[in-house]
């Protein structure tokens, strides 16, 4: 029964280990998040600023603040963010403007 009971504690513990992501997976899915953010973004030269977000996983979605600048010839340049949403169960990305949340710079 000791056997047993051992034998169950060890298959726990390294099935936990197996499960934990490793620092490059973790690098590779911000790398993945980032892309797909910046491609969904409207702005142009959009980069992401600061930290990704991570929520809990019962959340499903982890944010990036970006920042770029607004392509419309009326918005004369002007440098812009928007708040990605990215759905980690679907692999997809949702932006929104973010510069009344968050006020810019409005440098050239």
Known sequence: MKALSLSAMLLAITTGQALASSPQQWAEFDKQVVASCTKASQLK???AVGRIAQFDDR?????VLLQG???QAHMKNQVG???CLFDKKNKTAFVTEWDSVMP???QR
Do not use: D, T
Not at 59 to 63: C, E, I, L, M
């Open 104 to 106: 810019v710079n409005r």
């Open 45 to 47: 030269e959009a980069k």
């Open 59 to 63: 959340v499903g979605y982890v944010a």
């Open 69 to 71: 600048r607004y392509p």
């Open 81 to 83: 963010r928007e708040l």
